[in-house]
C-alpha cells in the first residue's frame, strides 16, 4: 500500500509563490508517473502538472506553463509543485496522485492514477 501525503499549502497573496510537497511511502511505492492534480468545490478534479518517476519527463496543463514547475527527488520519495505568479483562481485543493501502470498510464487522465493523498489546501487572495 502506498501513502502519500502532502504539505506546504496556505494562504498567499496574488502574485507569490508557494511550494508543495508530497512525501510517499510503502513497501510497493514503485510509480510510473507521479501527478498533481486540483478541485474546487462543485468542479471535477483537474489535471496540473506530472512527471514520470525514472525519466523525469514532465506535462503541464497549459494555464500553469512557465509558472509551475514539477520535480521529483527519487532518494526521498518525494515530489514537490513550485507554483509561481499565483493567481486567485489558482484556489484549490490540490492533491498528489501516483500511477504504478506504465502501460496505461497518461498523464492527464486522473483514472490511471492509484494512489492518492488527502490533498493541501492554495488560497490565493486577490
Known amino acids: 500500500q502506498v501513502l502519500l501525503v502532502e504539505s506546504g499549502g496556505g494562504l498567499v497573496q496574488a502574485g507569490g509563490s508557494l511550494r508543495l510537497s508530497c512525501a510517499a511511502s510503502?513497501?510497493?511505492?514503485?510509480?510510473?508517473?507521479m501527478g498533481w492534480f486540483r478541485q474546487t468545490p462543485g468542479k471535477e478534479r483537474e489535471f496540473v502538472a506530472a512527471?514520470?518517476?525514472?525519466?523525469?519527463?514532465?506535462f503541464y496543463a497549459d494555464f500553469v506553463k512557465g509558472r509551475f514547475t514539477i520535480s521529483r527527488d527519487i532518494a526521498k520519495n518525494a515530489v514537490y509543485l513550485q507554483m509561481n505568479s499565483l493567481r486567485p483562481e489558482d484556489t484549490a485543493v490540490y492533491y498528489c496522485?501516483?500511477?504504478?501502470?506504465?502501460?496505461?498510464?497518461?498523464?492527464?487522465?486522473?483514472?490511471?492514477?492509484?494512489?492518492w493523498g488527502q490533498g493541501t489546501q492554495v488560497t490565493v487572495s486577490s
Open positions: 496522485a501516483a500511477g504504478s501502470d506504465s502501460r496505461t498510464w497518461y498523464a492527464p487522465v486522473a483514472r490511471e492514477y492509484d494512489s
Open positions: 512527471i514520470t518517476w525514472s525519466g523525469g519527463s514532465t
Open positions: 510503502g513497501r510497493t511505492f514503485s510509480p510510473y508517473g
